[in-house]
């Protein structure tokens, strides 16, 4: 029987799970599913003969290398800056690895004792990144086998909340790791747009938003998303005059989160003491005056240089950080106390559905023709726990699982999932889970 370990039962884990556990008798498998959290362990493994819950903390050396020793393929879903922990583990080991985080600096730096230890590490195999590199690259491909020159790209991805359930001036809701949510955007952005290379800084980056049509949803607002310039020669396009990744959000969103930004509400590392901190003395610790006369809503709103009765001013509102509440949450930095706000108020409820919306923009020439093909995808998600998000996040992964372990992928060394041994297998099995793009071409 084969062993698989699973690092993380947070929000994304769900459907990974239950995939996991689904196959498990048929593919002789053995689930251990660990998490700091052992009773959010057991409400998702169940009482599966197949699966073995365990309540670990992550950074003690001697409980995570027992785990990863006896498995013969790890998972991680932990939070990025855990990875490299088990990342040596599994070289040491000599252990497969899948997640769905970015491929960084440190593992990069790896990348040689990977490639001697015989084994397959696989990064950015979740939605974004992960989906999006399959159904991108599959499309680049097809497009060049047919003799097209691409000279444009553009991908946009979100996760959303479902039209039924979008009940607050946000147009958002958490159905994903928050302190994500918190920190996005943070590092600014750089992408190529028309020949030229251009830099976001973080404080512009929700500032002005431009829109993209997607079919059934309508106008979306997106922000450049990270290192777009990164991934041009890992898709083979570097000579082309656009290159763009980006996030989608509702557009009320995006007005929101610049006002936060402007706030100084999203930063990190210093911290403040907040036992008898009102919540609006924070949320306007930035405002030199606060003139007796005006009201919390007609300070901020001056500083914000909007009307007190505007759309920001109500979101503001609505999270509750105009008012003379005490934070009481002891030495914090403006980001975790934001991400208190937000897992409070944004908190999808039980019965609220989420929605993933990718699309990519491929303009190419062929036969002197100038050709333009859109490619969308929309899934929503069943409740608050079988989300959207945990579904296109999982599957890949669960997926892949199964294909290593089947001896299905002779893959070894770093990689992501831009080649076609890898997407083609995925993608065709993703269709099952309704998980399928539809093309049009202009």
Known sequence: MKNITLFGAGKSATILIDYLLH???????HVTVADHDLQLVKSKTGKSYYATPVAIDV??????QKLIREADLVISLLPPALHILVARDCIQFKKHLLTASYLDAEVKKLEPEIAAAGVLFLYEMGLDPGLDHMSAMKLIHSIEKKGGQISSFKSYCGGLISPESNDNPWSYKIS?????????????????EKGRIREVQYEQLFDHNKTVQVPSIGKLAYYPNRDSLGYMEAYHLENINTFMRATLRFPDFCEGWNALIKLGLTRDGVKLSTDHLP???WASQQIDAHPAHLSHEEIVAQYLGVSAKSKVIRQLKFLGILNGDQIALGERSNADVLQHVLENKLKMEDHDKDLIVMQHEIEFERRNLPTRINSYLIVQGEDAVHTAMAKTVGLPLGIMAKLVLSDKIALTGLHIPILPEIYNPVLKELEEFDIKFVESFE
Do not use: L
């Open 279 to 281: 919540y609006f003395q």
């Open 59 to 64: 950074k003690d050396a001697g409980s995570r």
């Open 176 to 192: 994903w790791n928050p302190r994500n949510i918190v920190m996005a955007g943070s590092s600014g952005a750089v992408y190529k």
């Open 23 to 29: 196959n498990a008798a048929r593919q002789k498998w």
